[in-house]
């Protein structure tokens, strides 16, 4: 059965740079959620949409903004980058509020 | 806060032993959720329990889920080295809020 695809697996960038996150949710699912994993921390909810609009947002940094697009892929911008961001950032997707299914992650290191 | 609170934070048990994870959460629920992660790894979702369920297995896994108690129990039997993860309970109103795990360790 088809998964939550997550791109890129592996992401490094420079302090200040920016970086983008992709997300395809499972066909068919409406909802997309992300989620930031600091090392050794729990995962920490970020951001959700529900037909690509916006449905509730977590502990989001001002410099992290995301959307959902029309085929309901998603993507998370970082901009401003700073050494706390590195962490695994998971996308999440759902067919309204039943159950969430995870993607692999995208592991960020910020150098 | 729906935050799901796990105890004990860390187990470490032989291999073929029973492992019990809880975990209590403070307000009303859709469902409950149990997940797995590998070290620095991702999520792999174990096992769902809704909010009129009590009891469910799958595989080696059994869940329960005390609604009056707010709390949710997670039991793996037979335990392997293959178990050595860390597990956490998540809760799902609108959006899953993560405990802080039971980092399990299976000793051979």
């Known amino acids: 059965a088809a998964g939550v695809i997550q791109s890129p697996r592996h992401l490094i960038k420079e302090k200040r740079e920016t970086a983008t996150l992709k997300c395809y949710p499972i066909p068919r699912h409406d909802t997309v959620y992300w989620y930031q994993q600091g090392p050794g921390q729990d995962p920490q909810f970020l951001i959700s949409?529900?037909?690509?609009?916006?449905?509730d947002k977590g502990s989001i940094p001002d410099r992290f903004s995301a959307q959902q697009f029309s085929d309901y892929h998603s993507e998370l911008n970082m901009s401003s980058l700073e050494l706390g961001d590195s962490a695994l950032y998971f996308c999440a997707s759902s067919f309204g509020v039943h159950e969430q299914f995870f993607g692999p992650g995208t592991r960020l290191t910020v150098l | 806060s729906q935050q799901g609170e796990e105890d004990p934070q860390a187990l470490s048990i032989q291999e073929g032993e029973n492992a019990t994870m809880n975990c209590s959460y403070k307000?009303?629920?859709?469902?409950l959720q149990w997940y797995r992660q590998n070290s620095g790894r991702g999520l792999v979702h174990l096992i769902l329990i809704r909010s009129n369920e009590r009891e469910k297995h799958s595989g080696r896994l059994r869940v329960t889920l005390d609604t009056s108690k707010k709390s949710s129990s997670l039991l793996i039997t037979a335990s392997r080295a293959a178990d050595t993860a860390s597990y956490f309970c998540?809760?799902?109103?609108?959006?899953?809020?993560f405990g802080k795990g039971t980092r399990l360790h299976i000793l051979p």
């Open positions: 307000t009303s629920i859709n469902n």
């Open positions: 949409f529900y037909e690509k609009m916006q449905s």
């Open positions: 998540a809760t799902d109103h609108d959006k899953i809020i």
